[in-house]
């Protein structure tokens, strides 16, 4: 079974050339939801490291990842030997499953963690924000608070992604829920906030109009506007994070050069690829890009919403559907 | 094999037999594995529970459930409104470009075909772009520059969902009529007339019914597309919870992740969806079945032409209209949004540029690896599923074997099994229950395309067989060839221009193809269809635009390219 399975894996990266050129002493397969640019100009900074290892990287949603491992899983092989994400939940559910290596990363000591239970399963390499996101035309008076997009100007208007498509938009919605409570989200639905598609569809309906506002993704709206779109981009004082973990499939073959990967994500030289996309690093001696609204990564841990992230994982499901209800006025 | 094998001249009577079961058994071997296991799973799997006990209250249970009831309505009520809109429209047309004195008819006739070539998950993107309530850029340009209060349309609703299945379906109805209408006898009109029937008459009496068959028949064709069909209620509908049957069973497949629980609601709508599939099938041989000794009167006539007078200058500028409106508008907003750095912003000089072309065809591995995926996977199935045609078709059309019949049966199968039923199929199938697992590997795409398209090639190969006389290969038998020399020299050489009819029919449409491989795809099986639809999803909408113009340049280069090659071969 697992034979014909690497058979058949090898003939179809054969078959359609996916399979890296450079033939290296070391080798890795990478899942992550990490956009295209980033995790290639990462791994460019990495090849010259590590020149004798090579990535083979497949760059799709968190979800599609799942889905992949599960049914490898199912084969009785799982190919990707690092998954790098930011479904928090997901790592969660690896680690209680036992599929995840315990590894601390050789710079661990100098980085940002966001967990406090770590131990090694997975590791946070990036710090992702949510803030709001308007539509410069349509708003002229910058929301300095949550309860601002309650104002007229957001009524039937405000879009927040889907949370049963994207885990950033099911970790801010848990946020706001620990911090305002659910009288926040009916108020919401007072002012006939929007479920939208995914986290980055409500940024571009954002930019063409369709809403004057949203919850968004920080290296999603800094990459708009820096590209010239009407958008502008606010922290409100209580800031909403979402860290990505990088984790090590346990049994893998290929441990260390999967080791080096996870020990070069938390350098500086990897930390300020990701600051320049307009997401925190977890490194404090890392530059914050000037398009994000925040002096330092430290700061925004000090003013971001605490919550308990094993928690978050329990109450998925129905977190998920009393929004829903709530926003779809069926409660 | 060689010609000049000393042996191969002889005649060997027993060889011949034996290749004709070879040759059945390997048919109905291919269209077993290929399509009757995917639906006989799809059908287990929605009656028999887990412990193996035919159970018939589940199903109603998953058929009540609100959200797979009203999916099951959402499916009806747009496959309805499609099927009457795009009836009307597609005949309106086809009796304007046959039957009235239309300046640049051949011109019109062309363009009304085109929508055949364009995807209409692109079409609803396009619409998406123009008609979106608050940022649509018509709905804009009424609200900014005529001081509209309100969007004059919401293309988020059922009315949008219909209008673009209707402009890019109606072309259906509309190659049914015009053949229709070209092809009748003018004779039976005109006895009528020097009988001293009226124009309302004759039309009443003869014409209408002379051409209903193909009317109905397109019409069944078109019910049977939009019941099916996934892209445009994905597009438009998903946002504001309008789901049909394919996109809902995309739904559950997606968020079951992998893990098969919710697949069986998702086996449940596609039985549902085989059956009204087959039933409309069903009606549509009996319909033209009935109706085609009346219609193929032989060689086609030049009919009789209806003078528009004062109405043919509005009609042609009305024509004109719709061909703007319905081909060139969505198409020109693709280009140029996908020219666009980031969506919202002005169509300036100084913000439009072919960057985002650039990016998707040189720099970013998503989509390049899309494309080559799209055109090695239309490639290696339109190859295979136009052998494996020539085959089963020639066994159909040609064999008299015993068990014929059951070849027969299952080769109906393909026609009836809409694209999402087939993604299911497969996945139950190949993912690893009886052995093999191809599930998020290309492999899985290429047996699901090959199911898809087989009814392609099997329309195509036995029409081309049909023509070639019993006889020929009676008297190449007769003059000491063997079975296989005869099926060489005489048959494949005859039924040549079939099998690359069916090439091209099933190459062309699996480029863009999106209802099987969105359900299939893994993170790097990507199909040209499933970049656009994901890239729009992830909020790139200017990328997915650019990307939806190059598959749009791509459909177009092909056929293109293939009405040239098939003009030269008639020749």
Redesign the interface.
Known sequence: MRKKLLAASLAVSLGLGLVSQASAAEKMILYTSMKESLIGAIYEKFKVKHPDVTIDYQSAGAGKLMAKIATERQAGKVLADVLWTSEVPDFYNLKKEGMLETYVPAQFGEVINPFPDHDGSFTAARLGTLGIVYNTQLVKKAPAEWDDVLKPEFNGAYGIANPALSGTAYMSISLLVKQFGWEYIEKLAANKAKIGKGSGQVVDDTASGELAGCIGVDYITIDKIKKGAKLAYVFPKEILIAPSPVAIIKGTPNLSAAKKFVDFLLTKEAQEVIASEGTLSVRNDVKVAPELPIASAEEAVKRSIKVDYKSLEDEKQTTIKKFTDILQGKK | MSPTSPTSSAIKKDSGFGAAQIILTLSIGILVVVVAVPVLLIFLNAFWDNNNDFNLAAVVKVLSEPDTYQALLNSIIIACGTTLGSTAVGTFFAWLVTRTDLPYKKFMKGMFLVPFMLPSFIGALAWKMLL????GYIN?FFMDTLGFDNPIFNIYSYAGIVMVEIMYLFPFVFIQVCGALEHMDPTLEESARISGAGLGTITRKITIPLVLPSILSGALLIMLYSMAHFGTVAVLG??N?IFNIPTLIYEKI??S???FESIRTGTVLASVLVITAAFIIWMQNKILGKGRYQIIAGKSFRPMELKLRGLRIPLLIFCLAYIGFTIVLPTAVIFLVGAL?????PFTLE?LSLENYKFILFD???TR?AI??SV?LGLAAALITMFAGVMISYVIVKMKVRGKGILEFLGMLPFSVPGSVIALGVILAW??KF?????????IILVAYIARYMAFSLKANSAALEQVHDSLVEAARACGATMWQALRDIVLPLVRPGMLAAFFLIFLPSLRELTVSIMLY????RTIGVAIY?L??????VRSAAMAGVALILIIVGQTLINRFTAKHKR
């Open positions: 979106s309530p608050r940022a804009r998903i946002e919870g997606h968020q992740a992998g893990s750095p980031t969506y919202g912003l913000n970013f591995k998503v690896d080559f995926n090695t993912s690893g052995g093999i697992n191809l599930y998020n590997t290309v492999w893994a993170p790097t099986t994901t729009n999803e992830d909020g790139e909408t």
